[in-house]
């Protein structure tokens, strides 16, 4: 009997010692995978707080350099004593004295003037800079209604053409950083409306359902074709434009930007932008029927 026991504890020794040496292995193993799994989350912490790559920052820095290298070569033809008096408003308050100091320069020079204008106006659209508002205010407030209105359309239609195509080059991880879940449920609605696209972008463009910025980066990441982009942003841009440059006429009544988008105002945008999925609305109606 004490034979069998001796062979049973031994048998017992081996299997503990084996558990104990299985057990040592996976936690060495377990603490192994916590730390290339800490590792990697360094890793992409990193790559989260940067979404650039070294080529796409590259390529940015790049385009930015051109651009700028332009608008100051186009800001050196103007005379000296100009210089002093060139200063993006942020404010209603610089916008009515950016307009009294350029309003004499702008009349003597007007096509240097248009030229530095759609220049500055494109520069703030493609590399998102804010106060292309005030942009629109001041062409309404220098050349009037309808001149200020083409100047305008135009200058925002090509800025955001320009976004689309620097987006389209280097913006997909930028987009997907800043606005993960925006950009989803873009997707899908973009997915959805497809035969009707022009309809809805239009409806984009001229209610201020998503921001003008967002739909310019992310619209060449969700397959959105250049020509529907095109003509929906040269025909959707309208409307609020030429309540912009409208508005620039009369400087002194207005206090801050938020007055030109009142309840009465955001009231038209809808209902014109309602005409424009009007189309599509009618023939998904006409298919259930």
């Not at 873009?186 to 696209?197: G, T, V, Y």
């Not at 309540?243 to 009544?253: F, H, K, Q």
Request: charged share 20%; aromatic share 12%.
């Amino acid at each position: 009997m004490a034979a069998p026991r001796n062979l049973t504890g031994d048998g017992g020794g081996r299997v503990l010692v084996k558990d104990e040496e299985s057990a040592a292995a996976s936690s060495s193993a377990a603490a192994k995978g916590f730390l290339s799994d800490d590792s990697s989350t360094g890793k992409r912490s990193k790559s989260e707080r940067f979404p650039l790559s070294r080529w796409e920052f590259a390529v940015f820095s790049t385009v930015f350099l051109v651009f700028t290298t332009g608008l100051l070569s186009i800001y050196l033809t103007m005379p000296a004593a100009e210089y002093g008096k060139l200063k993006l408003p942020r404010t209603i308050s610089d916008l009515r004295l950016l307009k009294d100091n350029l309003g004499s320069y702008a009349s003597e020079y007007q096509a240097r003037f248009i030229l530095g204008y759609c220049s500055t106006y494109i520069f703030m659209q493609t590399f998102m800079i804010p106060g292309t508002i005030f942009m629109s205010l001041l062409a309404g407030a220098l050349f009037g209604v309808v001149r200020g209105f083409v100047l305008v359309v135009l200058n925002a239609t090509a800025g955001a053409c320009s976004c689309f195509f620097l987006s389209k080059l280097v913006g997909r991880p930028l987009v997907c950083w800043l606005w993960p879940e925006k950009l989803r449920f873009f997707q899908a609605e973009i997915s959805k409306r497809r035969d009707k696209l022009l309809n809805y972008m239009l409806f984009l463009r001229i209610t201020p359902t998503l921001p003008n910025l967002f739909i310019n980066l992310s619209s060449p990441i969700v397959d959105i074709p250049f020509h529907v982009f095109f003509l929906a942003t040269l025909v959707g841009l309208m409307p609020a434009s030429y309540i912009t440059v409208r508005a620039g006429l009369a400087l002194g009544d207005l206090r801050s930007v938020k007055d030109l988008y009142d309840f009465k105002t955001l009231s038209v945008l809808f209902l014109i932008g309602s005409i424009s999925i009007f189309p599509a609305l009618l023939k998904r109606k006409r298919v259930y029927e």
